[in-house]
Structure formats: structure tokens, C-alpha cells
């Protein structure tokens, strides 16, 4: 079944209910409880049912090297026998049920009660009127295998790599992470039928539970989750078990990161932050305004009629005077909803989205929509080199080859035949068989390089020699090589075995030249004769040849060899000793070169207040002048450069121990941090972010294309993901994948980031000064006159004007260059500046003035009918319609002046560069002329002449003129102006993020956690006392440092869920930093605590899955380990 990857025919639940052999000698039930097996015991049951795997392929009637032949008929019917490798995804939400929970927000709660309220009143009338490769996509059985490791957490939840050998533990599974090796494999169940598929049914089956109940008989029609969010899940499982920092503060901190880490981010954005504090302030505001506006109404009513008039309550004027009060409500109701801001949420879904599909033309395909804004306030980008400040199109440029240094590739006779053919065997033979050099798509164009760029590079040094590599690999295939050790992060090297025809064996072996060459005896002179290579003659090629190369911002790689004699075999998987006494055959300098647009963006970022590090696996003297061409490091500036190994020595203790005050003395100088392992990012990023050294936490974002990345991109505040060289991993634990690979889109993130913050400053700086104007008139006018200037139908369209139309044109606006001259802003920077502030409240005063002066002498100017006191049922005046028009033009032309908000005096700048502002405008203004001349009752509007038209134009037209006299007025001297929309302070986050943590617990299970941690304490204590008396008896750490294995899902399922510290499990992965390849690496036990930022060691008790080797690692019946596996 090799290659069925068949993502477009249904599967056919019916026939999987009644499998068939069909001609194949395995039914799909027997492939299904085959891969519930594992290890020894799954290689036991593939003997004793089939002989070995060959005898599975034969069975399935595939080849074990080429897969399934093209036949249309045959792939149908294997299809129809075992099904197809899709699992039905879960049905999306219909668009009601998407109206229906956009409409649980608070704001829209608010107003929908209004609008009942005001729609049940309107019918009151009184009597008579919202990598490829990396990821395994089905289960199978490895065939045969290259130093293959499996990342199974995502099923077993340890976060331990396991290797798998077709001889050892053949079973892969999907959903599951390759993180080194190769392989090749038969593909025995896919879709619902793989082990995943199964989990995906009961979880489907388990979520819609109820519904089962009325829809039998549609099992397998299940909602199931998509496999975006499975893998983002299984993401969140690696980056909770492989945090290298922690707070240790305490068990019940612990608990509550734990808990949080391993559910989706609920976190709040810093402008979400924001925007909610500002929302509920204003709605209080609006709420309380309203409630005033409606008791004076009725008390100025009640005394009048009453009090001064004398009146007495009448049976048969209920009716009327009912329908004041209805008014009076009406009123209030419409000051309520004028003050509540419910464009809010629309402004930003609406900037955030414009954002979004336009950050698409700009290479930044954005996965999660706060990325984009908290993108805006980013201080630190932490950035990979190959590929993301180069081209990654890399060349052999140098090489050192016979005892001499070619500055340019030489040509073949300058070369003994000898090391030319050595040369060609090892770069094709060690290399990925998958990476190719093809030719141009186009004339003229450069080859196409396919796969890895490194060996890529090699590659077309071997035809810039004129010698071609494919009859090399046509004579030795990649089934014939013996043994392949593989490049990983901590070897730096790859090496493959090939046979010899005398029997003995070849070992190629090529990687970073400074590594490799300390493993070198020998080297091929000029004459192509070994000669020897002392630590000495290593030294002296440093300096001569490898810094100088590097020094030109070259990688250095080195090619060598070895041969094993006949006769004795060594252990291959002593690799130790194998990879050693190599004869170096060539040093090679690759060149990748700078994006020529970097340096440029580069300087933007600084300028902008970001600060660019380059974090790259490169040597430290290539990093350094790669930064300098970038512009990352500049001469006479105050900057760090250091590899992984001096960079991990100054951040730890003694102890081996991350401390927290250490990082903070390296992180702010440095600048490039080289040879540095996925590890050495993720604890750097923490570290930055933890840091609580500047006025305010640092916003991080990171590059990342490795799978090993993945834990650094998902600790970032915004992850960017390498769309083109990036892993399917690197891509789920991201927020933004970069489409073309390229730093200036980070670039053009930043800016589209800060245009989004801008946006909503503006729509906010707009909608304010609305509110302001609008309440103050509709409260004031109601009290002196016992009606609104502005009635109901009046102020929704002003509502409609300020909230939709506006956000929309606001929030359009593209970004300048001019965003990038400022400094971020930064998580307590508050939404409205003072400058804001001042804009609102001057042009407040300009229109509150306006209106009063019209509603009160506004008759006698334009020499008509007062339209105040006018009696309950009067038809519209004009003098009311005069204010109304006179009311929107000042905001039409309001809406320009909001564009500016840092103090600009031309408005108009780039205005014609939106045309959605444009439109919307015009728009506005034509709609507003039918409804004033058109819109009669419904409108509360009279038709006005041209004459009164001119004057309210003319004063809409003077909120222009207005606008450029506040900028005249310096905001440094207006001292009394306050800023508002603040973001939530430390002790509001900390209450938050504890009420997300609890918000399914009640009261009583938080007591009863609180005493399980105190006694897990208790616990502790007894375990610590237990290993000091022990520690004198035995030896206490044996069989500590590989943790008990949970292999199936049953046993992880099992695990105690109260972890209170990952004591054994992290070790591996993220404390390897790169030991020097001729020590061992230390077996010793793990120091106490791992990864602590502070020193504390009692946080809680160690329930980790190795805990019962601690204290007495008592075995399964000892009464300790049944309490501690019970709790």
C-alpha cells in the first residue's frame, strides 16, 4: 500500500464495517490490531503471521522498494478494502451559529437589550393612534532505516525520541514527528483506520455524544478534529514538556503554568487588553449618563406638571402621560447606545482582517489574527541566517584541495585523479539521494538546486569540476549503503557506510570543518598520498585556510574518509569510535550571500527600535561577518558575539543551572549568537521574555524552519515560520509563515502591525469625540428642554456613520515608512495619548459649541420657527434638522482630521492612497442629502434650502480649520489632560490568568487541589529525607537518567496528572548543548531541579514519569510508588 496519499474519494464507511482480503493476504482488521502492537512484541507477531516485513509486502502485493504501480483499478480497490487516507474533518459552524456567538459580547448584550426595549416601546401608542516529510501521514512497518528517531508524544506523551530499526521496533505511526534519519516504510492503515484515525473517532464519538442519540447508525460520520488542530495540540504537548526555564515559585504556580500550557493560548493580545479596559470604562460612563438623563427628564416633568402647574393625576390623562415617560425612556435608551462603543470590536476585526489578506501580498500568511497586531509592539526579532538574511542558493566559492588554497574551483587538470574521484564518491554518496541539481526552468536562468542548499552547493562543485554524480548513485543506490548516521544539531556531521568489493568497508564523512577536522589523523597531500595531520598542522589550518574563509563570510565544510579492513566488523553504533581517524580529503568554503534588500531592512528595524540578533548553527567567525554585512554589528558599537558553549557557560551556575540574573547580564548586548543548538533559542527567547530588566517586557519575535524549532516559536510572542524551508512542525507552532523566506517581510509585518494599533487609535480618537458630543447634547438639551436635539432615528445613523462607515475607512488606511521612525509602543502605553486626548475634547468644544449656539439662537439666525418646547406629536422643524445636518457635517469632516493623531498638521496626506475612505465619505455625504431632503417623518427631517445647506457645510468645513488651530497648542503645556485605555496592570493579569486557569473549577475542587499540593509537599519532605539516609546505602541515581517508557496509550493515559516538576524528562532535549565531540557525555545524574531560573528546589514533589527512580526508587509494589501513581 505504499504510496496511497488519496485525499479526494470519500472513504466507504459500509465496506470497512465487512473487510474483505479481496485478493490480498491481509484483512484491514488484522493490519489495525497489528499497529496497536509495539517493539519487541509487534517484530514477534510480523515474524510468526508473515515471515518478515518483505513477506508483508508480498502479502500486500507491493514492492518494498518501488511502492504500488500506477494501476487506476487497482488503487480503487484498495481503496474500497481500506479505506482512504482522510479523516473527515469536523463540520464547520454554519454562519448562524457564528451570528449567534458574536452576539454573546457584552457590548452587543447591552444593546440588543436596547434595541427590544426601544422596538416593544415603538408599537406603544396611546388610544386612537464572528515539511515535508516530517510529519508521518499514515501507520506502516519501516523496511529499512537510517538512524531513525520518532517523535511519539504526540501519542505517548514522552517527549523522549525513539529510535526505530527494522530489526528492533519497526511500527511508525501516523501523526507522529520524524526528527532525524530516513527511512522507507509499507503504509498498513490509513485514515480512520491508522491509530490516530481511531483516537479522532472517539473523540468525535465522545463530542457529540448527545447527537449520536438521535442520529444512529452515522458513526463514522463523526465530528472529528482537523489534523491542523491535532498537530498544533501535539505542538503544545512538545512545548509543555520541553520548557527549559521555570519560575520555581512553588507547587501551586507550577500546577497553573502546567494547566495552562497544555490548553490553546487564551492570553489576551496587548490591544485586546487594552480595548476591553477602554470599552467597559465607557459603557459605565454611558450607562450612568443615561440613568441621569432619564431621571431629571421625569423629575423636570413630574414637578412641572404637578408642582408648578398644579395639576392633579386624571384617570383619563394616563394615556399621555404614559407616553412621556415612553419618551423619556427612548431618550435615555438612545444616550445609552450613542455612548456605548460597540464599533469597537468591529473596527478591529475589520483592521485586523484588511490586514491580514493585505499582509498576504506581502509574503506574511498570518495563521493566528492578534499575531499581526502584536507584531506592531515587537522590541526583539531573533532571526536564523541561511535563507532568511541570505539567498539560500549556496555556492562552493573556495576550497582547500592538495595541500593548496583555491581561491576560485579549480579546473579538473589541476587535480590528481586520485583525490578528484575520492572527491566525487563522497559528496554523492554522502549526501541525501533526494537532493539534486536540475536544470533551469529557463533559458539563461541559474540550475535549480532540490533539497538540502548545503549539499546542494557541494554538488555543484562536483559539475563546476565537470563531473557528473548521478552514475556514482546509479552504481551504488541508496538500498546498497550499509549505514548512514545523519546530519542532527548535535553531531554537526553526516556519515555514510558504503561495502568495498574486498569486503572491508568506506566510510564518507562531511560537516562543520572545525568538528570534523578534530576528528582527522590524516590528510591526502598533493600527490594524492596520506600524510599526517597532528593537532599541530590542525591548528596552523585554522588560522591559514578556515578563519580566513570564514572571515569572508564563507561556511566551511570538511570532506573526509576512512577505510576499515577486511575481516573484523566494527560496532556501528559506537559511533564514537567509528567517526574517528578520518584523512581529510577537501575543505570547501561555501558562499551564501546577503539578500541584497537586507542591510536596508535591517537598518528600518533599528531605527524603529527593534533589535535584530542573528541565531544561526554557523561558525562564530562566518556569523560575525555575515552580521556585519547586514548591519547587525557595526565597529564601535557595544555588542556580543558568542557561540552556543560560552553563551551556555555564562548563563549557568555550578550547578548547570539556568539563572535568570545571568541571562539578563548577556541577553541586551548580544547580537549574534553562533554554533547555537534549537535549545540555545528557545532558552535565549525565554530569557528575553521573562527579563525584567527594562521599564517594560520585552515583545520577542522568531524566526524558525527546523522541527526543533518548533518550542522557540511557540514561547515567542509572534513565531515566524520559513514557508518555503520550513518543517510542517515549524509551521503549526508558528503565527505568521513567511511565505518567501525573506527578512524585509518581517519587515512589512512591523509596519503592518503598528498601522493596525494606528488604525484603531484613529477610529477610537473619532468615535470619541462622537460620543462626547452626542451625549453631552442628548443630556443637556433633554434637561433644558425636555427633548433630544438629535431624536432616535437621528442618532442611530450617526451611530451607523461613526460606527460601521468609520471603522471601515479608518481602519483601511496602509501603512507609511513613517510608521517605522518611532519607537514600539509598547504593552502600558496607553490607547489614547495626551495629543489624542486633546484632539478629542478641542474638537468637542468646537462642536458642542456649534450645536448649542444653533439650538438656542439658531431660529433667530437663520430667521425661522423655534423648534424647541414643540408639542409631543409636532411634525419636524427645520430648525432641529439644521442641527442635525450641521451635526454630521462636522463629523464627515471630522473623520478626516482623525487620520492624524500624533499631531500632523496636513490631514490630507495620502488620502487618495484609500479608496475606501473616499467612497465612504462621499458616500456618507450623498446619503445624508436624501435623508434630509427625502426622508421626511420616519427621519424626523424637514427639507432645508441651499442657502442653509452652504452654512452647514461651512461650519462642517471649519472643523478643518479648527483641527490646525489645536495642533497649534503644544500638548507639554496642557499638563491637566489625562490618557486613557491604559493596558491591565501586573496584579489585573495575574488575577486574569488565575481566573482562566479556575474558570471550570468551583470553589470546593480549588480547596481540594490546594490540599493535594500541600500534600504532595508533605510528600516531598518525607522523599527528601528518605534519599539522604538512602544516599549512604546505595547508589541513588542508577537507572534515573532514561525514563520509564510509555509506549502505549493506555499507560499515558494512566500517567498521574499532578506533575509538579518535569525532573527527568527535559534533560535530554533541551540541556544538550554541543559537548566537545572527543568527550563523553557526562552519564552521571541529572543536577537536582533542571532549568531553574531561581534556585529553589521545593517546589513541589517530582511525579514526573521517572519519579519512582528517586528518593528509594521503590519498585511497582512498594506502597510509595502505589501512592504516588494513585495520586
Excluded at 577505510?563 to 568554503?589: K, R, S, Y
Excluded at 519532605?1021 to 534519599?1027: D, E, H, N, S
Aim: proline share 5%; aromatic share 6%; with cysteine.
Amino acid at each position: 500500500m505504499g504510496d496511497m496519499a488519496n485525499s479526494s474519494i470519500e472513504f466507504y464507511p459500509k465496506r470497512r464495517e465487512a473487510p474483505q482480503a479481496g485478493g490480498f493476504g491481509c484483512t484491514l482488521a488484522e493490519l489495525r490490531s497489528l499497529m496497536e502492537l509495539r517493539g519487541a512484541e509487534a517484530l514477534q507477531r510480523v515474524q510468526e503471521a508473515y515471515g518478515d516485513v518483505g513477506g508483508l509486502c508480498r502479502r500486500l502485493k507491493t514492492s518494498p522498494t518501488e511502492g504500488l504501480a500506477d494501476n487506476a483499478n487497482d488503487l480503487e480497490k484498495r481503496r474500497q478494502i481500506y479505506g482512504e487516507n482522510f479523516i473527515p474533518p469536523k463540520q464547520p459552524k454554519t454562519f448562524l451559529q457564528l451570528v449567534w456567538e458574536a452576539l454573546q459580547d457584552v457590548t452587543l448584550i447591552i444593546l440588543e437589550v436596547a434595541a427590544i426595549v426601544s422596538l416593544g416601546l415603538s408599537f406603544y401608542a396611546p388610544p386612537g393612534e464572528e515539511s515535508e516529510g516530517d510529519l508521518l501521514p499514515a501507520d506502516g512497518v519501516l523496511i529499512q532505516g537510517n538512524d531513525l528517531k520518532i517523535d511519539e508524544s504526540s501519542l505517548t506523551g514522552e517527549s523522549d525520541h525513539v529510535r526505530k530499526s527494522a530489526d528492533k521496533d519497526p511500527m511508525l505511526l501516523s501523526g507522529t514527528h520524524v526528527m532525524e534519519g530516513s527511512g522507507r516504510m509499507v503504509v498498513t492503515a490509513v485514515g480512520v483506520n491508522s491509530q490516530t484515525g481511531i483516537i479522532f473517532t472517539l473523540l468525535g464519538a465522545g463530542g457529540e455524544e448527545d447527537e449520536r442519540k438521535d442520529k444512529k447508525g452515522k458513526q463514522q460520520d463523526g465530528a472529528m478534529e482537523s489534523s491542523q488542530t491535532k498537530a498544533k495540540k501535539q505542538d503544545g504537548a512538545a512545548a509543555m514538556e520541553m520548557q527549559p526555564l521555570k519560575s520555581a515559585e512553588g507547587g501551586e504556580t507550577e500546577e497553573r503554568e502546567r494547566k495552562r500550557a497544555s490548553v490553546p493560548k487564551k492570553e489576551k493580545s496587548v490591544l485586546q487588553g487594552k480595548l476591553t479596559k477602554l470599552a467597559v470604562q465607557i459603557g459605565k460612563a454611558g450607562l450612568v449618563m443615561s440613568a441621569i438623563t432619564v431621571i431629571i427628564l421625569v423629575l423636570y416633568f413630574v414637578i412641572e406638571t404637578f408642582v408648578v402647574d398644579g395639576r392633579v393625576w386624571q384617570a383619563e390623562c394616563t394615556p399621555v402621560y404614559v407616553q412621556y415617560f415612553v419618551k423619556f425612556f427612548i431618550i435615555g435608551v438612545t444616550v445609552l447606545v450613542v455612548a456605548v462603543p460597540e464599533g469597537l470590536p468591529l473596527a478591529v476585526t475589520i483592521s485586523l482582517a484588511y490586514s491580514v489578506k493585505k499582509m498576504m501580498k506581502d509574503n506574511n500568511l498570518v495563521r493566528h489574527l492578534d499575531a499581526c497586531e502584536t507584531m506592531g509592539n515587537a522590541t526583539a526579532i531573533c532571526s536564523d541566517k541561511t535563507g532568511t538574511l541570505t539567498t539560500n542558493r549556496m555556492t562552493v566559492v573556495q576550497s582547500y584541495l592538495g595541500d593548496t588554497h583555491h581561491k576560485e574551483v579549480p579546473g579538473p587538470s589541476t587535480l590528481v585523479p586520485k583525490v578528484l574521484d575520492l572527491l566525487v564518491h563522497a559528496i554523492a554518496i554522502n549526501s541525501a539521494y533526494t537532493t539534486k541539481i536540475l536544470p533551469p526552468e529557463k533559458d539563461g536562468a541559474l540550475p535549480r538546486q532540490v533539497g538540502n542548499k548545503t549539499e546542494c552547493a557541494l554538488l555543484g562543485f562536483v559539475l563546476d569540476l565537470r563531473r557528473d554524480c548521478q552514475p556514482v548513485r546509479e552504481q551504488i543506490p541508496e538500498d546498497k549503503l550499509y549505514k548512514v548516521y545523519t546530519f542532527n544539531s548535535v553531531r554537526k556531521s553526516m556519515s555514510t557506510v558504503v561495502r568495498l568489493p574486498d569486503g572491508g568497508f568506506r566510510l564518507f564523512s562531511k560537516g562543520a570543518s572545525e568538528i570534523l577536522l578534530k576528528k582527522c589523523t590524516h590528510i591526502l597531500n598533493s600527490s594524492g598520498e596520506l600524510r599526517g595531520f597532528r593537532p599541530r598542522d590542525r591548528d596552523e589550518m585554522v588560522k591559514k585556510v578556515i578563519e580566513p574563509m570564514a572571515c569572508d563570510g564563507l561556511r566551511t565544510i570538511c570532506v573526509a574518509y576512512r577505510d576499515f579492513p577486511a575481516g573484523q566488523e566494527p560496532n556501528w553504533d559506537n559511533e564514537q569510535e567509528v567517526v574517528g581517524e578520518l584523512t581529510c580529503i577537501a575543505i570547501v568554503g561555501i558562499e551564501d550571500p546577503v539578500r541584497p534588500e537586507v542591510p536596508e531592512a535591517i537598518r528600518k528595524c533599528q531605527r524603529a527600535g527593534i533589535t535584530v540578533r542573528m541565531v544561526t548553527g554557523d561558525n562564530i567567525n562566518t556569523a560575525r561577518a555575515i552580521a556585519a554585512k547586514c548591519g547587525i554589528i557595526q565597529p564601535g558599537d557595544d555588542f556580543l558575539c558568542l557561540e552556543g558553549k560560552e553563551f551556555n557557560r555564562r548563563i549557568r551556575n555550578e550547578k548547570g543551572e539556568i539563572e535568570q540574573e545571568r541571562l539578563d547580564k548577556v541577553w541586551p548586548k548580544l547580537r549574534v549568537l553562533a554554533r547555537s543548538s534549537p535549545t540555545d533559542k528557545h532558552t535565549l527567547v525565554k530569557g528575553i521574555i521573562d527579563s525584567t530588566t527594562g521599564e517594560q517586557r520585552q515583545v520577542v519575535a522568531v524566526t524558525g524552519d527546523g522541527t526543533n524549532d518548533g518550542p522557540a516559536l511557540k514561547k515567542a510572542d509572534v513565531g515566524f515560520a520559513m514557508g518555503i524551508a520550513g518543517t510542517d512542525v515549524a509551521k503549526e507552532a508558528s503565527d505568521i509563515i513567511l511565505t518567501d523566506d525573506n527578512f524585509t517581510s518581517i519587515v512589512k509585518a512591523v509596519m503592518w502591525g503598528r498601522n493596525v494599533y494606528d488604525s484603531i487609535s484613529k477610529f477610537l480618537q473619532f468615535q470619541l469625540t462622537v460620543n462626547v458630543v452626542a451625549v453631552i447634547v442628548a443630556f443637556t438639551g433633554a434637561c433644558i428642554t425636555q427633548d433630544s436635539p438629535l431624536k432616535a432615528v437621528q442618532m442611530l445613523w450617526v451611530n451607523l456613520i461613526m460606527d460601521t462607515f468609520a471603522s471601515l475607512a479608518l481602519a483601511t488606511e496602509p501603512p507609511t515608512e513613517a510608521l517605522l521612525l518611532r519607537k514600539p509602543y509598547g504593552r502600558d502605553k496607553p490607547l489614547i495619548s495626551r495629543t489624542m486626548m486633546k484632539n478629542i475634547l478641542g474638537h468637542a468644544v468646537y462642536q458642542l459649541t456649534t450645536i448649542f449656539t444653533l439650538l438656542f439662537v439658531g431660529e433667530l439666525f437663520f430667521d425661522i420657527d423655534s423648534g424647541r418646547n414643540a408639542p409631543l406629536h409636532a411634525p419636524p422643524s427645520e430648525h432641529y434638522t439644521i442641527i442635525f445636518n450641521t451635526f454630521v457635517m462636522m463629523q464627515l469632516f471630522n473623520e478626516i482630521n482623525a487620520r492624524k493623531i500624533h499631531g500632523e498638521r496636513n490631514v490630507f496626506d495620502g488620502i487618495f492612497g484609500n479608496p475606501i475612505f473616499c467612497t465612504i465619505v462621499l458616500g456618507t455625504f450623498g446619503i445624508q442629502i436624501v435623508i434630509v431632503q427625502f426622508g421626511g417623518k420616519p427621519f424626523s427631517c424637514s427639507p432645508l434650502s441651499t442657502e442653509q445647506w452652504l452654512w452647514c457645510l461651512f461650519v462642517g468645513v471649519g472643523e478643518l480649520v479648527w483641527g490646525q488651530v489645536i495642533a497649534t497648542i503644544p500638548t507639554s503645556q496642557l499638563k491637566c489632560l489625562k490618557e486613557a485605555g491604559h493596558g491591565p496592570g501586573k496584579d489585573e493579569v495575574a488575577d486574569e490568568e488565575l481566573a482562566e486557569g479556575d474558570e471550570e473549577i468551583d470553589h470546593a475542587e480549588r480547596e481540594l487541589r490546594r490540599g493535594q499540593i500541600l500534600w504532595f509537599r508533605g510528600l516531598n519532605r518525607i522523599q527528601t529525607q528518605i534519599r539522604v539516609v538512602k544516599a549512604f546505602r546505595s547508589s541513588l541515581y542508577e537507572g534515573l537518567e532514561k525514563p520509564e517508557s510509555k509506549t502505549s496509550i493506555h499507560n499515558f493515559m494512566a500517567t498521574p496528572e499532578f506533575l509538579g516538576n518535569d525532573f527527568t524528562h527535559n534533560i535530554p532535549l533541551i540541556d544538550d548543548t554541543d559537548v566537545d565531540e572527543n568527550e563523553e557525555r557526562p552519564r552521571g545524574p541529572p543536577p537536582p531541579s533542571p532549568n531553574r531560573n531561581n534556585n529553589a528546589t521545593g517546589g513541589g514533589v517530582h511525579l514526573s514519569a521517572g519519579a519512582r527512580a528517586t528518593a528509594t526508587a521503590p519498585g511497582p509494589g512498594s506502597p510509595l510508588h502505589s501512592l504516588e501513581t494513585s495520586l
